[in-house]
């Protein structure tokens, strides 16, 4: 039986009351990693260190008590068995395993298998019960290569430095930011972040990432810059006074055609912090979870094509009940 359930505050534990990833405030919540929509003011919040200082940032003034847990190391809530393990998807990101009775249940949060330069891998976390989700759980989300992602963006920068024009690349400020300017900063290119994306480098910093060739972005312009900032093209364009710019969206929407026009961009390149379609297949698999429910974006494609693999998986999604079993 699974231990995760989903209920009216969202995901959690069905033996102890420990919540995962809730957004409403809750007595105790697993936090596995710190994008807006899985963090809250809880009174306790369970994560990493990582996570658990960048939800700081992100919700000053709460007054949660922080429980840090490294990945690897087994403690108990109750009847509770938990041990997290890394999700890969940004700085901190974490799985957690709960355990009870001897059956295990995985719940991964986001999770990107793809290599990263600045989140810890992903560790396979075996169980019996996997709950994943599913941004990307469609068959047409194939990513390309990591290093091929990683040359198209270096690839844009330097055709248009050549044109003379400032390359802006849109990206969000927690943890997509954070690879480009790493990827940007250790080819060479002399990286300015926007505030809000470079405070986040500096909590990674704190945790030992290093960002070669990046500073915080400065009204006067410098020749030769490439610019990181979040994903807000409009407000960019008139706040920009730094001459022409070409723009380029990364996300690993870009994939989908028209994400250029939609987003009103000059390109947009995939760079994902979330496994693709095979990735998530080939981790459900690995974990060798007789059961695996799926969750989030495409719940129901990647639940369709695991069973069609042989895998008894189904979508877990809101029903009146409220709890699924
Ligand atoms: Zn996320």
């Not at 400020?173 to 690879?179: C, I, M, R």
């Not at 500096?202 to 990432?209: C, F, L, M």
């Not at 410098?222 to 990364?250: D, K």
Request: some cysteine; overall charge positive.
């Amino acid at each position: 039986m699974s231990e995760v359930i989903l209920s009216r505050e969202g995901l959690r534990a069905r033996s102890a009351p420990l919540w995962l990833d809730a957004t409403r405030k809750t007595a105790c919540s697993f936090v596995s990693h710190a994008h807006g929509d899985h963090i809250g003011r809880h009174l306790e919040a369970i994560g990493t260190p990582a996570t658990l200082a960048l939800m700081g940032h992100r919700l000053q003034g709460a007054k949660t008590v922080h429980r840090q847990v490294e990945y690897g190391r087994s403690f108990r809530i109750g009847p509770l068995e938990l041990e997290l393990f890394s999700a890969g998807h940004v700085l901190g990101s974490a799985q957690i395993r709960i355990t009870v009775r001897g059956h295990r249940t995985v719940y991964t949060g986001d999770l990107n298998t793809a290599p990263s330069r600045t989140a810890a891998a992903v560790e396979v976390a075996a169980c019996d019960t996997l709950v994943i989700e599913s941004t990307f759980g469609h068959p047409r989300y194939r990513f390309p290569p990591r290093s091929e992602v990683e040359d198209r963006i270096a690839a844009f920068a330097g055709e248009v430095l050549d044109a003379g024009v400032t390359p802006v690349f849109f990206a969000y400020s927690l943890g997509k930011s954070q690879e480009a300017v790493k990827i940007l900063g250790e080819r060479g290119f002399k990286v300015r972040v926007h505030p809000e994306a470079w405070a986040i480098c500096e909590i990674y910093s704190a945790h030992g990432v290093r960002f070669p060739n990046a500073a915080p972005l400065s009204p006067e312009a410098e020749a030769g810059e490439v610019i990181v900032a979040p994903p807000r093209t409009r407000e960019f364009r008139a706040w920009n006074r730094r001459g022409p710019i070409r723009t380029c969206f990364l996300s690993g929407w870009a994939i989908d055609p028209g994400a250029r026009y939609r987003s009103r961009v000059d390109a947009a390149i995939p760079l994902s912090d979330h496994a693709d379609f095979d990735g998530l297949v080939d981790y459900a698999k690995a974990t060798g979870a007789s059961r695996v429910l799926t969750t989030h974006g495409s719940a129901d494609d990647l639940a369709r094509e695991l069973r069609a693999r042989g895998v008894d998986a189904r979508a877990m999604n809101p029903s009146p009940q409220l709890e699924l079993f």
